[in-house]
T-cell receptor, first 113, second 114 residues
Framework: DAGVIQSPRHEVTEMGQEVTLRCKPI?????LFWYRQTMMRGLELLIY????????DSGMPEDRFSAKMPNASFSTLKIQPSEPRDSAVYFC???????????FGSGTRLTVV | KQEVTQIPAALSVPEGENLVLNCSFT??????LQWFRQDPGKGLTSLLLIQSSQREQTSGRLNASLDKSSGRSTLYIAASQPGDSATYLC?????????????FGTGTLLAVQP
């Protein structure tokens, strides 16, 4: 398995534009997590899915953020409209139903100018 | 509020030295605790997982301990090497939700000097 795959690796966009981040979890993992990492706030959980269903989105900062998981092999995190304070590294991670085997993707570095 | 704190924020040691990284958490009713390593520009790699019923876990030169009563965990690295240079993060999960929903500390940036 190639691990958790995120795209793009880097994204530079202008304020007000829509941004879509993509994630392919490890096959067979029931859980998918979206995290955001900044220098000021560290790693924060934004939302997680269990069997494609959103379970907890309390970490989503604003209505400008939305996430979907249309099937077991794909998830998106969308920001519309983007703002400079959204600049961060966004990580996707997946996990099996057990407690172990947490695997992170390499992240998407988002810069909003 | 459930918070995880790591000290020191940064640490520089000469090669070969043994070292300890610290992690503390405010709510002792944890489900498990994990230590991760993050290399610059990369994702996180899981190093060790300690269940709440366990006191320690070992993997090679790494040993992690857990003391729930005091809300602390330590990561001990023996005979440090330059390749150990990275940011180390601890993360806890709690009962009452998805037990693999992690709350992360802010990390310790480790530099091992050759």
């Amino acid at each position: 398995d190639a691990g958790v795959i995120q795209s793009p690796r880097h994204e530079v966009t202008e304020m007000g534009q829509e941004v879509t981040l993509r994630c392919k979890p490890i096959s067979g993992h029931d859980y998918l997590f979206w995290y955001r990492q900044t220098m000021m706030r560290g790693l924060e959980l934004l939302i997680y899915f269990n069997n494609n269903v959103p379970i907890d989105d309390s970490g989503m900062p604003e209505d400008r953020f939305s996430a979907k998981m249309p099937n077991a092999s794909f998830s998106t995190l969308k920001i519309q409209p983007s703002e400079p304070r959204d600049s961060a590294v966004y990580f996707c991670a997946s996990s099996p139903a057990s407690d172990y085997g947490y695997t992170f993707g390499s992240g998407t570095r988002l810069t909003v100018v | 509020k459930q918070e995880v704190t790591q000290i020191p924020a940064a640490l520089s040691v000469p090669e070969g030295e043994n070292l300890v990284l610290n992690c503390s958490f405010t709510d002792s009713a944890i489900y498990n605790l994990q230590w991760f390593r993050q290399d610059p520009g990369k994702g996180l790699t899981s190093l060790l997982l300690i269940q709440s019923s366990q006191r320690e876990q070992t993997s090679g030169r790494l040993n992690a301990s857990l003391d729930k009563s005091s809300g602390r965990s330590t990561l001990y690295i023996a005979a440090s090497q330059p390749g150990d240079s990275a940011t180390y993060l601890c993360a806890v999960s709690y009962y009452g939700g998805a037990t693999n929903k992690l709350i992360f500390g802010t990390g310790t940036l480790l530099a091992v000097q050759p």
